[in-house]
C-alpha cells in the first residue's frame, strides 16, 4: 500500500536553518538578500533602500498592504508614485504610456508567491503589470517575502501557488473588483544578473498569502 505524500503547511513560518538556506542559495543567484525578524522592520528598511523623490511602482501584494509599506510608498508623498499617477491618466488613450510607467520605474517593490531553497524567486499574476519591472525593465527591485512563502523547489512552489495562493487571492478579486483572479502568468527569476538591483528582505514572520 502506497502512502500520499502530506501537502506542505504553506501558512507555517520556516526555521531559521531553512530561512539561511533559502538566504544562502539566492545570493549565491545574485540577490541581495537580508533576514528581517517582522514586517515593522521590512518597512523600516524600505524607506532606507529607496530614495526620496524616486519613482516607484507597487505590485498588487496583500504583505505590502498588511505591512503599511503600500501606504507608504503611495500616499506618503515622499516618492512618485507611478501607481497614484496613472489613476489620473485616461487608460484608453494612454495606456502605451501607463504600460512603460509600471515597467520602468526607479524602484519596484512587490512581494512573490514563493521562494525556494534552491535560490528562486516565482512570482503570479493576472494582469502581469508587476512582471516586466520584476524581471528586469525597472532600475530597482525589492521583494518582501514571509516566512512561510518558502519552499524547496519549484514543483512545490507551483503547488502553493495553485493550492494556496490562488484560492485566496480569488476570494480578495471577488470582493474588491467582483470577478475572481486568474494564474494567467508566471514568472521564475532563477537569478539576478545585475550586482545591487534585487533586493529580497526575507521575513521570520509569516505575512501575505
Given at each position: 500500500?502506497?502512502?500520499?505524500?502530506?501537502?506542505?503547511?504553506?501558512?507555517?513560518?520556516?526555521?531559521?536553518?531553512?530561512?539561511?538556506?533559502?538566504?544562502?542559495?539566492?545570493?549565491?543567484?545574485?540577490?541581495?538578500?537580508?533576514?528581517?525578524?517582522?514586517?515593522?522592520?521590512?518597512?523600516?528598511?524600505?524607506?532606507?533602500?529607496?530614495?526620496?523623490?524616486?519613482?516607484?511602482?507597487?505590485?498588487?501584494?496583500?504583505?505590502?498592504?498588511?505591512?503599511?509599506?503600500?501606504?507608504?510608498?503611495?500616499?506618503?508623498?515622499?516618492?512618485?508614485?507611478?501607481?497614484?499617477?496613472?489613476?489620473?491618466?485616461?487608460?484608453?488613450?494612454?495606456?502605451?504610456?501607463?504600460?512603460?510607467?509600471?515597467?520602468?520605474p526607479?524602484?519596484?517593490?512587490?512581494?512573490?508567491?514563493?521562494?525556494t531553497?534552491?535560490?528562486?524567486?516565482?512570482?503570479?499574476?493576472?494582469?502581469?503589470?508587476?512582471?516586466?519591472?520584476?524581471?528586469?525593465?525597472?532600475?530597482?527591485?525589492?521583494?518582501?517575502?514571509?516566512?512561510?512563502k518558502?519552499?524547496?523547489?519549484?514543483?512545490?512552489?507551483?503547488?502553493?501557488?495553485?493550492?494556496?495562493?490562488?484560492?485566496?487571492?480569488?476570494?480578495?478579486?471577488?470582493?474588491?473588483?467582483?470577478?475572481?483572479?486568474?494564474?494567467?502568468?508566471?514568472?521564475?527569476?532563477?537569478?539576478?544578473?545585475?550586482?545591487?538591483?534585487?533586493?529580497?528582505?526575507?521575513?521570520?514572520?509569516?505575512?501575505?498569502?
Amino acid at each position: 500500500m502506497t502512502t500520499q505524500t502530506p501537502v506542505p503547511p504553506f501558512t507555517e513560518p520556516a526555521p531559521a536553518r531553512r530561512l539561511e538556506r533559502t538566504a544562502a542559495a539566492l545570493t549565491a543567484h545574485g540577490f541581495d538578500v537580508e533576514i528581517l525578524d517582522d514586517a515593522a522592520a521590512a518597512r523600516a528598511r524600505v524607506k532606507e533602500l529607496i530614495p526620496e523623490g524616486a519613482s516607484v511602482f507597487t505590485g498588487a501584494s496583500e504583505t505590502l498592504r498588511l505591512s503599511g509599506i503600500d501606504e507608504d510608498l503611495n500616499a506618503s508623498g515622499r516618492y512618485e508614485s507611478v501607481k497614484a499617477r496613472s489613476r489620473t491618466m485616461d487608460r484608453a488613450t494612454q495606456s502605451a504610456e501607463i504600460w512603460r510607467m509600471i515597467a520602468c520605474p526607479d524602484v519596484i517593490v512587490g512581494s512573490v508567491a514563493a521562494v525556494t531553497e534552491t535560490g528562486s524567486l516565482v512570482a503570479a499574476s493576472a494582469s502581469g503589470s508587476q512582471l516586466a519591472g520584476y524581471s528586469g525593465a525597472a532600475a530597482r527591485a525589492i521583494w518582501i517575502v514571509g516566512a512561510q512563502k518558502v519552499v524547496p523547489d519549484l514543483n512545490a512552489a507551483l503547488s502553493r501557488i495553485e493550492d494556496h495562493c490562488l484560492p485566496l487571492e480569488n476570494e480578495r478579486a471577488m470582493e474588491v473588483y467582483g470577478q475572481p483572479s486568474a494564474l494567467n502568468r508566471l514568472l521564475v527569476l532563477n537569478a539576478e544578473p545585475h550586482p545591487g538591483r534585487g533586493t529580497v528582505l526575507l521575513l521570520r514572520e509569516a505575512i501575505g498569502f
